[in-house]
């Protein structure tokens, strides 16, 4: 093996050195693989940024793997090394290979004028994530010292929903510059992430689909960049041939045109197969006439030599005979009953598609139209079609008149059958009915059974009813809404149902339909409601408290106070503190029945002195009659309201604040006097300058 090839080895040598094109600067960048494979279950552990590869070509000169250096659009450049961890990825990678192709470190560092050389990005790659197997070339290859393992380069930037036909991601371009230090020779490539493409050709997807996607650069002169996606396989020229039918087909007796797909270094190529003729057996493009034997699949063979030492070769099957000839033919009447079916098989073909996408040779239809069916053969493809129709079951319906007075009768008739059974167990297409109800009739003919329903109400003279609210507030209105129609005539001269009334009065109504006629009447009224405010005091300086009465009629309105600084209460007595200077306007609204009234008058507020209201709870006393802080007392500033209760340690109240300026002389609700300890109090209280105060906390008796 080893002997194997070291011989394979020089003789690529050779025909390397002898086919490359050598680059007038220092390096030429011809590909990066920009989302490299990283399949968790092959490379545990690994990060993509460790399996990314560029594929370069060197100039003229003599490289050392020290002079080089690269800008990557992510990451920092950490420096090549070669080393026994190097040269053991190097074989490890070689052995993988299943071409004729090699792997070489530069012997000592230093790589040969113009040789193709695959930089990978980390010492720490992966063999298995990216295959080497089909390398049919002799490369350079060396490696960045390991650390980075995020990636170097930013993948795709499109949707990950789903694959999509065109990119939609924004524009965002990459930019690589590899420099040959001894001169500041550099190239500089540049690619788009959402022209990257997936494993479909496609663009987006998930990150699988997307593993592979590789930028490919052309030179020399001002590089242009193209897209594509060999999955998960290292950024090489595999050796491959493939055949495409480029006119013609052997059906029928006729002949084929063939063209050569080439990848990597081929350099002849032979036709062989069958047993007809090839207009060019070594050509790129050759035409095949079929000979006596070749019938039906024929198959034909394209080798293609390169530097390996086995050929490469693929394979086509054509096919040969005639075109399909389709029938349909059916198991029944093309003329269905409703309900019924029938079955449709086609024959002379191989597989079939029908106008239904079914496949098969046979489908059951039950639907009137027209249904075709393609049948595919070796040679071509051929359809058929047949017309399925519908025979007329019965359309029943029933006709005659819906509606009779009662005592009297209407004949109903049916149509649309030959013979007809009625729900009332009568026979014959007509019966005559006396009562009000549903009546249904069966149709048969030959094709099945109908059904048909008529309704037939018995109408009794009218009997008219007024509803709506016969009781209107003053300067309103009310809708007034009769019943019994269907036509009215009001007392007003108005024909509608509902007629609108503003004046009280009595209203009457005449409805009728075709058994007679009936007549109702209502009494419409008015509702007064009034409203009138008491304030007290009118005018002051503020903070300025007024009370507020309210009276209406009725006496049992609802009251709803406006109190003209934002301020809004309910009820009959209300109390409001002013804060501010000012003329303020009071409203006052009663409602009652849907009525409403208003009211208001006018309070005045002059400017005072300003005071910032405070309160604070004293924590000890001593009721001990002495004389001296006998009683609780609150230091109170400017307090307009408090409410403040005492308990005891079992949560009992023994005292309360129910206004400003009040005392607790440590006595209960009974009078007798607590004991000594500590109580708890909850206090809050109100400002005149309208400040809230809140405090809990405690309170010791001593005696």
Same mark, same amino acid.
């Given at each position: 093996?080893?002997?194997?090839?070291?011989?394979?080895?020089?003789?690529?040598?050779?025909?390397? !050195?002898?086919?490359?094109?050598?680059?007038?600067?220092?390096?030429?960048?011809?590909?990066?693989?920009?989302?490299?494979?990283?399949?968790?279950?092959?490379?545990?552990?690994?990060?993509?940024?460790?399996?990314?590869?560029? @594929?370069?070509? =060197?100039?003229?000169?003599?490289?050392?793997?020290?002079?080089?250096?690269? +800008?990557?659009?992510?990451?920092?450049?950490?420096?090549?090394?070669?080393?026994?961890?190097?040269?053991?990825?190097?074989?490890?990678?070689?052995? &993988?290979?299943?071409?004729?192709?090699?792997?070489?470190?530069?012997?000592?560092?230093?790589?040969?004028?113009?040789?193709?050389?695959?930089?990978?990005?980390? =010492?720490?790659?992966?063999?298995?994530?990216?295959?080497?197997?089909?390398?049919?070339?002799?490369?350079?290859?060396?490696?960045?010292?390991?650390?980075?393992?995020?990636?170097?380069?930013?993948?795709?930037?499109?949707?990950?929903?789903?694959?999509?036909?065109?990119? +939609?991601?924004?524009?965002?371009?990459?930019?690589?510059?590899?420099?040959?230090?001894? &001169? %500041?020779?550099?190239?500089?490539?540049?690619?788009?992430?959402?022209?990257?493409?997936? #494993?479909?050709?496609?663009?987006?997807? *998930?990150?699988?689909?997307?593993?592979?996607?590789?930028?490919?650069?052309?030179?020399?002169?001002?590089?242009?960049?193209?897209?594509?996606? *060999?999955?998960?396989?290292?950024?090489?020229?595999?050796?491959?041939?493939?055949? !495409?039918?480029?006119?013609?087909?052997?059906? +029928?007796?006729?002949?084929?045109?063939?063209?050569?797909?080439?990848?990597?270094?081929?350099?002849?190529?032979?036709?062989?197969?069958?047993?007809?003729?090839?207009?060019?057996?070594?050509?790129?493009?050759?035409?095949?006439?079929?000979?006596?034997?070749?019938?039906?699949?024929?198959?034909?063979?394209?080798?293609?030599?390169?530097?390996?030492?086995?050929?490469?070769?693929?394979?086509?099957?054509?096919?040969?005979?005639?075109?399909?000839?389709?029938?349909?033919?059916?198991?029944?009447?093309?003329?269905?009953?409703?309900?019924?079916?029938?079955?449709?098989?086609?024959?002379?073909?191989?597989?079939?598609?029908?106008?239904?996408?079914?496949?098969?040779?046979?489908?059951?239809?039950?639907?009137?139209?027209?249904?075709?069916?393609?049948?595919?053969?070796?040679?071509?493809?051929?359809?058929?079609?047949?017309?399925?129709?519908?025979?007329?079951?019965?359309?029943?319906?029933?006709?005659?008149?819906?509606?009779?007075?009662?005592?009297?009768? #209407?004949?109903?008739?049916?149509?649309?059958?030959?013979?007809?059974?009625?729900?009332?167990?009568?026979?014959?297409?007509?019966?005559?009915?006396?009562?009000?109800?549903?009546? =249904?009739?069966?149709?048969?003919?030959?094709?099945?059974?109908?059904?048909?329903?008529?309704?037939?109400?018995?109408?009794?003279?009218?009997?008219?009813?007024?509803?709506?609210?016969?009781?209107?507030?003053?300067?309103?209105?009310?809708?007034?809404? %009769?019943?019994?129609?269907?036509?009215?005539?009001?007392?007003?001269?108005?024909?509608?149902?509902?007629?609108?009334?503003?004046?009280?009065?009595?209203?009457?109504? &005449?409805?009728?339909?075709?058994?007679?006629?009936?007549?109702?009447?209502?009494?419409?009224?008015?509702?007064?409601?009034?409203?009138?405010?008491?304030?007290?005091?009118?005018?002051?300086?503020?903070?300025?408290?007024?009370?507020?009465?309210?009276?209406?009629?009725?006496?049992?309105?609802?009251?709803?106070?406006?109190?003209?600084?934002?301020?809004?209460?309910?009820?009959?007595?209300?109390?409001?503190?002013?804060?501010?200077?000012?003329?303020?306007?009071?409203?006052?609204?009663?409602?009652?029945?849907?009525?409403?009234?208003?009211?208001?008058?006018?309070?005045?507020?002059?400017?005072?002195?300003? #005071?910032?209201?405070?309160?604070?709870?004293?924590?000890?006393?001593?009721?001990?009659?002495?004389?001296?802080? +006998?009683?609780?007392?609150?230091?109170?500033?400017?307090?307009?309201?408090?409410?403040?209760?005492?308990?005891?340690?079992?949560?009992?109240?023994?005292? @309360?604040?129910?206004?400003?300026?009040?005392?607790?002389?440590?006595?209960?609700?009974?009078?007798?006097?607590?004991?000594?300890?500590?109580?708890?109090?909850?206090?809050?209280?109100?400002?005149?300058?309208?400040?809230?105060?809140?405090?809990?906390?405690?309170?010791?008796?001593?005696?």
């Amino acid at each position: 093996m080893y002997l194997y090839r070291s011989v394979l080895l020089a003789s690529f040598l050779v025909a390397f !050195e002898a086919w490359a094109q050598v680059p007038t600067e220092c390096l030429e960048i011809e590909s990066i693989l920009v989302d490299a494979c990283n399949p968790s279950d092959l490379c545990p552990g690994s990060s993509e940024g460790q399996n990314e590869m560029i @594929r370069f070509r =060197t100039g003229p000169q003599a490289t050392a793997i020290g002079d080089l250096e690269a +800008d990557w659009p992510n990451n920092s450049w950490r420096g090549l090394v070669q080393n026994s961890t190097t040269a053991q990825l190097t074989a490890t990678l070689n052995a &993988t290979i299943e071409s004729c192709g090699w792997l070489l470190e530069p012997p000592g560092g230093i790589i040969p004028p113009g040789s193709t050389v695959l930089l990978v990005t980390s =010492t720490a790659m992966c063999t298995a994530a990216n295959s080497f197997a089909s390398l049919g070339d002799t490369l350079y290859i060396i490696f960045q010292d390991a650390g980075n393992t995020n990636g170097h380069f930013a993948n795709h930037n499109n949707s990950t929903n789903a694959p999509a036909a065109s990119p +939609d991601g924004p524009q965002a371009f990459r930019t690589l510059i590899l420099t040959y230090l001894p &001169t %500041a020779c550099s190239d500089t490539v540049t690619y788009d992430r959402p022209q990257l493409v997936n #494993v479909l050709g496609s663009y987006g997807g *998930n990150s699988n689909l997307n593993d592979g996607a590789t930028a490919v650069f052309t030179w020399p002169g001002v590089p242009s960049v193209s897209y594509i996606n *060999n999955g998960c396989q290292a950024p090489v020229i595999p050796v491959s041939v493939d055949i !495409e039918v480029l006119s013609g087909s052997l059906c +029928d007796g006729g002949t084929v045109t063939l063209g050569s797909v080439l990848q990597g270094d081929i350099t002849s190529l032979q036709w062989s197969g069958g047993t007809g003729t090839f207009s060019d057996p070594t050509g790129n493009q050759t035409t095949y006439t079929p000979g006596p034997g070749d019938v039906g699949n024929v198959v034909l063979q394209l080798c293609g030599e390169g530097n390996c030492a086995a050929p490469v070769c693929t394979t086509i099957t054509l096919p040969t005979g005639n075109a399909p000839v389709v029938t349909i033919t059916a198991d029944g009447p093309l003329a269905l009953c409703p309900g019924e079916n029938v079955e449709l098989t086609a024959s002379g073909a191989d597989s079939y598609l029908w106008s239904t996408q079914a496949t098969g040779t046979t489908i059951t239809v039950g639907q009137p139209g027209t249904y075709s069916v393609v049948g595919t053969g070796a040679c071509g493809s051929a359809s058929a079609s047949v017309t399925v129709t519908t025979a007329n079951g019965p359309a029943v319906s029933i006709s005659g008149d819906d509606v009779f007075c009662a005592g009297g009768s #209407v004949v109903l008739t049916a149509q649309g059958a030959d013979s007809f059974v009625w729900n009332t167990q009568e026979t014959g297409a007509a019966i005559t009915v006396s009562t009000g109800g549903t009546y =249904t009739v069966v149709g048969t003919n030959s094709c099945g059974s109908g059904t048909a329903s008529f309704q037939v109400t018995e109408e009794q003279a009218p009997v008219t009813t007024i509803n709506g609210d016969l009781a209107i507030c003053s300067g309103a209105s009310t809708t007034l809404t %009769a019943t019994g129609g269907p036509d009215y005539l009001w007392s007003t001269g108005e024909q509608t149902a509902a007629i609108q009334v503003s004046q009280p009065g009595t209203y009457s109504v &005449t409805v009728e339909n075709n058994c007679g006629t009936s007549t109702a009447s209502v009494e419409v009224t008015s509702l007064v409601v009034t409203a009138a405010i008491t304030a007290s005091p009118s005018s002051g300086v503020a903070p300025l408290e007024v009370s507020f009465t309210g009276q209406s009629a009725p006496v049992d309105a609802a009251l709803a106070w406006d109190l003209g600084d934002g301020g809004a209460d309910t009820g009959a007595d209300v109390e409001h503190i002013y804060l501010e200077p000012g003329v303020y306007t009071v409203t006052l609204t009663a409602s009652a029945s849907g009525c409403t009234a208003t009211a208001s008058t006018t309070i005045t507020v002059l400017d005072g002195p300003s #005071v910032i209201s405070s309160i604070t709870v004293p924590n000890v006393f001593t009721p001990n009659g002495d004389g001296h802080n +006998d009683d609780l007392t609150l230091l109170e500033v400017g307090i307009a309201k408090v409410d403040m209760e005492v308990l005891n340690r079992w949560g009992q109240v023994v005292g @309360r604040f129910e206004r400003p300026g009040q005392a607790w002389d440590a006595r209960n609700f009974s009078g007798e006097q607590v004991p000594e300890g500590t109580y708890f109090f909850v206090m809050t209280a109100t400002g005149v300058d309208g400040r809230k105060h809140e405090a809990k906390g405690t309170i010791t008796v001593l005696r």
